[in-house]
T-cell receptor, first 112, second 113 residues
Framework: RKEVEQDPGPFNVPEGATVAFNCTYS??????FFWYRQDCRKEPKLLMS???SGNEDGRFTAQLNRASQYISLLIRDSKLSDSATYLC?????????????FGKGTKLSVIP | EPEVTQTPSHQVTQMGQEVILRCVPI?????FYWYRQILGQKVEFLVS????????KSEIFDDQFSVERPDGSNFTLKIRSTKLEDSAMYFC???????????FGNGTRLTVT
């Protein structure tokens, strides 16, 4: 059974803080990795793809450690608008495998 | 920015009734998906659809579920005889390629009473 595990939180941080989320995945054959954010009762929205070499998009940095099957997301200088649930998402790229496996998400609340 | 649109936004139905959830994919996207999220739970894969046929389905997607693309634009999910446990948010998603990120629609909240 393919699993993606995340700390559910909540993480309550002040504005301007740096916060990090972690995620582990069980299927070593997984090939594509993403972070999505989901606001309450809304659809998941792609935040960023995660590449083997690590990647950065503004205040957001994602890292992948294939040996440990571990993905992380770092948010610097947190804004109130960052408050959301962050979903770790993994895709297996085996032949015929189209589905994404979602973690349950980590809830972030940024406090004024 | 192009969007995936879903209708209705909220559907209330009685147990045993049939429902059809509708999705209009982004125009140049070739891969279509349905996911669902029961309140408080994780997003779960139901089915993927490519080249006018189902390419993969999960254990959840049993004989009560079906998908089709009736007119080349809409992509629909039909539940033949709804159960209480079908109550969830249903998200349509589309992508340009097999390994491309998914773009999700705004969802249909299905309530089965």
């Amino acid at each position: 059974r393919k699993e993606v595990e995340q700390d559910p939180g909540p993480f309550n941080v002040p504005e301007g803080a740096t916060v990090a989320f972690n995620c582990t995945y069980s299927n070593s054959a997984s090939q594509s990795f993403f972070w999505y954010r989901q606001d309450c009762r809304k659809e998941p929205k792609l935040l960023m793809s995660v590449y083997s070499s690590g990647n950065e998009d503004g205040r957001f940095t994602a890292q992948l450690n294939r040996a440990s099957q571990y993905i992380s997301l770092l948010i610097r200088d947190s804004k109130l608008s960052d408050s959301a649930t962050y979903l770790c998402v993994v895709k297996d790229s085996g032949a015929g495998s189209y589905q994404l496996t979602f973690g349950k998400g980590t809830k972030l609340s940024v406090i004024p | 920015e192009p969007e995936v649109t879903q209708t209705p936004s909220h559907q209330v139905t009685q147990m045993g009734q049939e429902v059809i959830l509708r999705c209009v994919p982004i125009s140049n996207h070739l891969y279509f998906y349905w996911y669902r999220q029961i309140l408080g739970q994780k997003v779960e894969f139901l089915v993927s659809f490519y080249n006018n046929e189902i390419s993969e389905k999960s254990e959840i997607f049993d004989d009560q579920f079906s998908v089709e693309r009736p007119d080349g634009s809409n992509f629909t999910l039909k539940i033949r005889s709804t159960k209480l446990e079908d109550s969830a948010m249903y998200f349509c998603a589309t992508s340009t390629g097999f390994n491309s990120p998914l773009h999700f629609g705004n969802g249909t909240r299905l309530t089965v009473t």
